[in-house]
């Protein structure tokens, strides 16, 4: 079976490109784009035997079109779905289905029974690996063998902890879940391993119960219940047994949905570390803000939490305050998101007691691998300003000559894959986008020569693709344009568009415009027009997927 990620890259008909009209197109638009194409491309109107073998194909393809995009039901699931949702099998209420939200859910039914199949063969692991590092020696000015030793001397692993899970769902509503940790910390040993199932009993709410052993036997019975559409709750009963001692602990929280962007939660435990806490978070996509209250019997403190999110930097700036019974401190560090399954992450903490510290952590896929430094008992400057600039340092250097070569490598290796994938798809749409110009001619000259006469819109030249356009250029230099780059010429498929002298392209990609092909699969594209209104030259670039209606007073080029 193909891969899901390579289906997902292979290209599809865009029924809307290629008609030319908005995906919120009205019946009387999709008839008249119809009627439009038909008379264009009707193999009645080409006799020649090689250009009506050429038109039956644009026909097919334009009635193809037309069949889908006017009928409600299809429409709807071509919208939710795209042309794979047409062609999965066992579509029996189709022609009663009366909603697109009907049809979707008939679709997402039959994507469940096909994913119960698969269900068997599916296993979810995850692990994470923590180091703790005490560096404390290096900083440390009241050691008396202070700088007689090396750097690599001073720095020593306290400790270690490895944790892995295997989640297999068994049913569509049953999962059994597998999980251990082992740790080592200052020569001492210890670990536990669980076995979780967990059931869905409804839509509003799940049942767990967890079994485990290590230190003595462990049983817990977690549970969570959506109680309104605007308030849920989880809670979990905690039993221990060790040879001579039995513990009982309970645990439980209530959020409720306070707008859009805020949660609030209220939470009690009552075993090891009783307690009871009030958060208040507010997740926005350009920020998270996490304030805590929280009253414990050996520990009470005031928690505040801040992150930045720059999304078009995969970037996420955090800060932590905290003051509490035992002291305080103050957290910063920043996430990056590296590649697609990769993510790194630093933050320094100095506080009282705890000292200065830096934790680095590094996500692949569903593996976490955790870095805890410590630096100094006490808050020095000397380990604040190196906990906090040999990352910045580290990083650049390791971005600029190990982590930006591999992600061009990637990049190009991804933008090969899918020319391949879509080679054969490619070579046969650009066979199509020339016979397509071939069949435009008579209808090109036509409406290009009634331009003319009145002075209306006259395409001159139309370029699309991936090409460098220096701002400045004058028009004379335009003829180098296309011998270097990647782009294709569509002033014949443009001037067909023209219509009463105005040009109107939606918001979709124009790879798929009758005589257009894509001439740089999965590069950035743009469209250069350059056209005559009343006698008057104008000239627009766009990138690929804008909206464009010509002439505009602003296109106008100054030539004195």
Known sequence: MEDESEQDNVIEDDYYSFLNIPRNASDEDISSAYRRLSKLYHPDKHPNSNNKKE????????????????????????????????????????????????????YER????????????????RGSITVNINASDVFNSYDESYGSGSLFSS???SGMTFTQSIEAPLTTKDTLIMYGELGVHNGNGSGTINVSAKRLVSEKGWVEIDVGAGNGLNVALKGFRTLSKRIFCNGEILTGFTSDLAKFGL?????????KYTIGYLTYKMHAQTGMSTIIERNTPNSYT???????????????????????????????????????????????KVSSYTTLATAVRVGVPTGVSLRVRL???????????????????????????????????????VIDPILKEQKERNKEKQ????????LEKQKEAKAAVELMKATFSRIRAEEEYKRGLVITKALYGRFVYPQDRNLEEEATIGQRDEVIDVTIPLQC????????????????????????????KQLLVQYLFHAQSHECVIKDEDSLRIPKQSHRVNTT
């Open 419 to 426: 020319r391949k994938l879509n080679k054969s798809v490619m």
């Open 155 to 157: 720095v020593q692993v």
């Open 497 to 524: 568009l023209v219509s009463d002298s105005r040009l109107v392209l939606h918001q979709v990609t124009k790879s798929q415009l009758p005589g257009f092909y894509d001439p740089c699969v999965g590069e950035e």
């Open 110 to 125: 039959l994507a469940r029974l096909e994913e119960e199949c698969r269900l068997q063969q599916r296993t979810r692991p």
């Open 55 to 106: 038109a039956e194909v644009l026909f097919n393809r334009t009635r193809k079109a037309y069949e889908v995009l006017s009928d409600p039901h299809k429409r709807a699931i071509y919208d939710s779905l795209g042309i794979k949702g047409l062609e999965t099998e066992g579509w029996e209420i189709i022609q009663r289905t009366k909603t697109p939200q009907e049809i979707r859910e008939e």
């Open 290 to 336: 996490a304030f805590t209250i929280h009253f414990g019997l050996l520990n009470s403190y005031i928690n505040l939490s801040y992150t930045h999110k720059m999304p078009e930097r995969q970037l996420q700036l955090k800060s932590t305050g905290r003051v509490g019974t035992f002291g305080g401190f103050i957290e910063y560090g920043a996430e990056k």
């Open 251 to 259: 645990a439980g929280s209530l959020a409720m949905q306070l707008d």
């Open 363 to 401: 996500s692949r896929g569903s593996q976490n691998y955790s870095f805890p430094i410590h630096l100094c008992d006490e808050i020095l400057p000397a380990p604040v300003f190196y906990a906090t600039v040999a990352p910045l340092i580290t990083w650049t250097i390791v971005k600029k000559f």
